[in-house]
């Protein structure tokens, strides 16, 4: 640690990939495919703990972070984001080289792919369940049909299933609350898949959302499971109770660089542009944007989480942070201090890069988005 | 525009042009030095535009863009930010090749710093003016004292004066309450220069915020003003009555992946990595991240940024479009769509990147920050 002196988000490999085994083992003994999502973590180096461990099928939110694995090796992927017409030349480069799966949620759209390709392209239609955020309604039989008679129009396009993301289980606090909307989004897709499997032999059903497959234990009748955020947890998942706080496998390190003992707070090197803006409401018109752990030699304790300093409020480079009479003394102006996010996918997309507990950098996909 | 496929940061060359003359003239009309801070733009190219028109002195807020902007031959550079004495390696090679200027809150650090730097380094004492981010009270007269003395103990160390950020007047939403935030502001550092000139000749006192350099038109007795935004201002700014909706000078085109009739939204490739996760709450309980502007050929319109949709929620890589019954048909999937953003330093930061609205590309800080 003596190396560091701005910003770096550390990642302890033990924690990583034990939460990759936990998830890994869970799904395997419930016979669920297992596609976890990478934009989480976006790293190629990352990936291959997961490729060791026999992973296959991977799930990423952009045609250029498909891209980006498919230099590491991986075949078979998944953009978990509605397809986007517009990168039409970008698909037909993949498409030539790995195994393609795109989500669609329009006729047109189907047909100017089919029209513009010629390898397999595996299609998802993009069901909402329940999110609001995108996707078709279930009860949309019409538009769904539709866009699967456009999709068999095309020899090379092939339906492959229905496809959905819980993401409302981020608003649940309980495992009961995750569990009904696990259960209710699993229903709706059981029966699409139901109504449709007879005419469509071998299509699949695909859910993602870590709160639902970390806290439900017997995930019933899914084909395949497509969770990110548990690579590294977070404070927002230790909220919503999908992981502990020792399962937060991701810290940020940032300098003190100022004291105010009059209001007990501190001023770090660590904004906006490092954690980024996302937050927590821990009470009423209080937000935290990261809580202190204590850092000993071979790694980090919680032990004294609650009660530690936390980040109150962030702006471009500076964070705010809160402390108490007790705690305001614990670090001074050249002190390294180590801070669990809120959002790790946002905060490590910002970051663009990692260290290991021992200082070796980790690859991020980040730094190739201008190449 | 034709070959933009993904979220991308377009720049009106006039339109940042016309904000930085504006200021220019402004404060060279008042005989105020004009030190703009980089860390909106985060640009070498953007700065030869500043260093065209004869800015010779910046303000960047990390030492590592001190370093970058240094590559593009700026001598003159002040990192206002409290001083990060792990970055000491940082400090002393840059200290060596340009005139740097810090900010320093506390007298151990000025001794840190004195002990083991070697080439002049000028040192600003942080005035809180009541921002309550981070600096000194001006009445802490005992500690200011303290660290003038600290200083003069170096030789190469230089007491350059009082700097101050007015950053609270981003909570205004008129000239009348800038203008009081911007002459409080101005009185509380007029009144220390005055107290400590005559034991210190030459010190200046330095100001910097959009708000208050863009709405006040007298801008009285500073030696300084640091102002950063205005290059590209923002809806915030807008929001607070600092720049028209003309005056800002980015948007973010972003293709159409879907949209929903049934509650007359549409879903944008451009999320919380694209645009930061700053915010206005236009109404009660509603955000906003974003409004669209109409593209011409040769540039956009704002004249329907009041009725057109706005971006009402954003996800990793998702943005959640609001329109109305009227609007919602203006586009599909496929188009692209162009947004004002709410926070251009952030949304720059995010991107790294860059076109102008010919499609030549310009260079942005972040892509270098994983060298």
Redesign the interface.
Known sequence: MES???PTLILDQEKCQRNIIRMLDKLKAQGIAFRPHF?THQSGHIGEWFSALGVKKITV????MAHYFSQFGWQDITVA???????L??IRTLSESLNLGLLV??P??VD?LGKNTHHTIALWI?IDVGT???GL?SQARIDIDHIIERIQHYPHLQFRGFLAHA?HSYTSRSVGEVESIYNESLRILIDLKAAYISNHPGIEISLGDTPGASMVEQLGEVDELRPGNFVFYDLMQEEIGACTLDDIAVVMAC?V????P??HQW?I?GG??HF???FLNVKEGVSCYGRMVDFLKDGWTTKNVVTNPYIASL????G?VQCTEETFGLY???D?TFWLPVHS??TA??M??YRMKDGRPIEHY??H??D
Chains 1, 2 share one sequence.
């Open positions: 560091i002196s701005k934009k939110s952009s045609l250029s984001f509605p397809l986007n017409i517009l990168e030349n970008q949620l329009d047109k759209t100017d993009k609001h955020r995108t309604a993401g300098p660089v100022a004291v105010h009059d209001r001023i090197y906006a542009v980024s803006k996302e702006s471009q480079e500076h705010i001074q102006p050249g390294l996918c946002l997309d910002a663009g890069s980040r730094r988005i201008y």
